[in-house]
Structure formats: C-alpha cells, structure tokens
C-alpha cells in the first residue's frame, strides 16, 4: 500500500467517463462549450460572479495567481513551509518577474495575522525595501491542518487593512471544505480572499486545475499570461470534462471526504505518535527509524518527512478496508 502522495492517486473513473464523453470536434484552446461553462458553475458553486480558468498544474494556478496580485518589486507573505516557497523551484518569482517571497511562521504550516504582522511590520516604507502586496495561504496547509472560516477572515481583514491581496492555494481545498462543512463562499471570498487555486488533481482528476479570481477583472491580464506561459492548452475541453466531472453531483466533496476518513482511521490508531491533528488527509507520524522500517518491511510506503518523523497521505479511492492493515500495525508498534 503506498502513501506516498494523493498525486500518485487514480484518476477516478467518472473523469475519464466525462473526456470519452466529450471526445468529439469542438472549438479549440478555450472557446469550447465546456470550457465556457465553467465561469457559471464556479459562480454558482460560490454563489457570487467569477472567472474561472483551468490550468494543468497546481503550480501554474499558484503562480498565475500571484502575478495577477503581485508586481515584479513586491513581496508575497507565505508560511516557511509553504508548497510555493519549498516545492515549486523558483516558479512564483519567475511567473511575477522577481517578486519576493517574505516568509512566515506558525505552528501546521499556518499563517496568523499576528504571525504576518512580524513580518510587514519591520519593513520600513522606503525605496529600498521591497513592500509586501500579497498575501498566500493554503488550505488545508502543508501539514495538514485546516483554516477555519474565522481564520481566513481574521486574515482577509487584515489584507484589507493593508491594501494586500489575499491568495489561497487550495491544492486540498476539497479535503477542507469536507472537514468544515461550510459554504465554499465562507471559506474564500467573504473571507475576503481574492484568488483560489482549486485543486482537482489531488481528488480525482488527472491534468485539471482552476484558477477561480473573485475579481474577475484580475483575469483579463492573466488569460494572456498563460497563453505567454505555454497554459493554453489547444484541447482545453478535456481540462474542462474532467472539472465538470468532479463538480457533478457533489463529486469532489465525496472525494474529499473518503480520503480524510482513511486519515482518520490511521491519525486514531497512531494516539500519542501525532504530531499535528489530523484535520484532512494527511498524517504525520513519530517513528523510529527501526519502527518506519518495520512499517515498510509490512508493505506500506510513504515518505520520511524528518528525523524521526513519517508522512502518510491518503486518497480518495483509499477505502477504509483497505487502510485498516495499516492502522493496525501503527497501533502494534511497540
């Protein structure tokens, strides 16, 4: 069994049932009628008017993002252990053409806006500093752990107090959204954030992000953007089958409730060994590397994340039968 990443998950079935359904003459790049839908079903899904453009990587949503909310002489508040600080090799300062990426604390991989405060406030407002004009996110975070509404706000308020834009990377927002229970609306703009990176990759699909602008006038600029980045891609209408598959019926939050759920099951059986609450589908143990050996030596894979520490990331086609095996033999550890 391998719990390596929810990258390595299958494509779920209802995604490649909506690319063969759709595998017929259309218009290309954008222009297709599925493409064309997606500006209304994200705005009904967030139940206020959007713009919405996919792109074929995580990294590219980021970053595109960014560009849109950033100058090349600005500065990006982000976690130090942000996946656009540690896992994205230089793609944030490329995309923005230099912008710097000024880097917070907080325990999970969260921001505060006390812990954001630490960093504008020691910024003198002169030509020689480069000012801060974003702010980025994400949710559910690099550790697992889930922002709340009120946490999103209490940091949307404080973007605008200080006029910076508000960013989420939401490579997991499905596995959020299900933890919370709540309205995508409450967890993203009346939160005040200004741009999502909507994973579908992680959930089920297989070459699909979204890139949602809560400003739609953001997007005018970065439909060229991608374009200049080589984004467009000439068949966007299997991008966009494989989105409308996983909105359908709710699919995406199904997806992200099954994986959390297989987290569960591991996060109960570990007690004392958490490092961090489990509060998505990402589970973060402490081992010996004697006991991570034991574990592998049963068949299960995963990554050693520190010294004597694992990370075990479930998906949405990880059943609960199929995860138990593994949460016994955490719970046998000695």
């Not at 325990?107 to 407002?125: H, Y």
Request: net charge negative; proline share 5%; charged share 20%.
């Amino acid at each position: 069994m391998r719990f390596f990443s929810d990258n390595a998950a299958p494509v779920h079935p209802a995604v490649f049932d909506a690319m063969a359904a759709n595998n017929a003459l259309d218009t290309a790049y954008d222009g297709d009628a599925l493409s064309k839908s997606l500006d209304g079903r994200f705005s009904d899904l967030f139940e206020t008017p959007v713009k919405a453009l996919w792109v074929p990587s995580g990294t590219a949503a980021n970053c595109l993002a960014l560009a849109a909310l950033c100058p090349p002489f600005g500065g990006v508040v982000c976690h130090r252990d942000a996946h656009i600080q540690n896992d994205e090799c230089g793609a944030p300062e490329f995309y923005t053409h230099g912008a710097k990426l000024m880097i917070g604390e907080g325990d999970g991989a969260k921001l505060t806006p006390d812990s954001i405060r630490a960093v504008t406030d020691i910024i003198a407002n002169d030509v020689h500093r480069v000012q801060p004009h974003a702010i980025s996110i994400t949710n559910a975070t690099e550790y697992g752990m889930v922002y709340s509404p009120a946490e999103v706000a209490a940091i949307g308020d404080l973007a605008r107090e200080r006029r910076l834009g508000f960013h989420m990377d939401g490579a997991r927002f499905a596995n959020a959204v299900a933890t919370l229970g709540c309205s995508p609306a409450d967890l993203t703009w009346r939160a005040g954030v200004d741009a999502l990176s909507f994973g579908f990759i992680k959930n089920g699909g297989m070459t699909a992000e979204v890139l949602i602008f809560f400003k739609p006038d953001l997007a005018a600029d970065t439909l060229r953007r991608r374009k200049r980045a080589g984004l467009l891609l000439s068949k966007g209408r299997y991008l966009a089958a494989q989105i409308v598959a996983l909105l359908d019926n709710d699919l995406w939050i199904a997806n992200g409730a099954a994986a959390n759920a297989a987290a569960r099951l591991i996060a109960d059986a570990a007690a004392a060994r958490l490092i961090y609450p489990t509060q998505a589908n990402e589970v973060f143990l402490r081992v010996t590397p004697a006991e991570a050996a034991a574990l592998r030596a049963l068949g299960f894979d995963f990554y050693d994340w520190a010294p004597g520490e694992i990370r075990l990331v479930t998906s949405w086609n990880h059943t609960l039968a199929e995860v138990r095996p593994l949460a016994e033999a955490i719970a046998a550890l000695p």
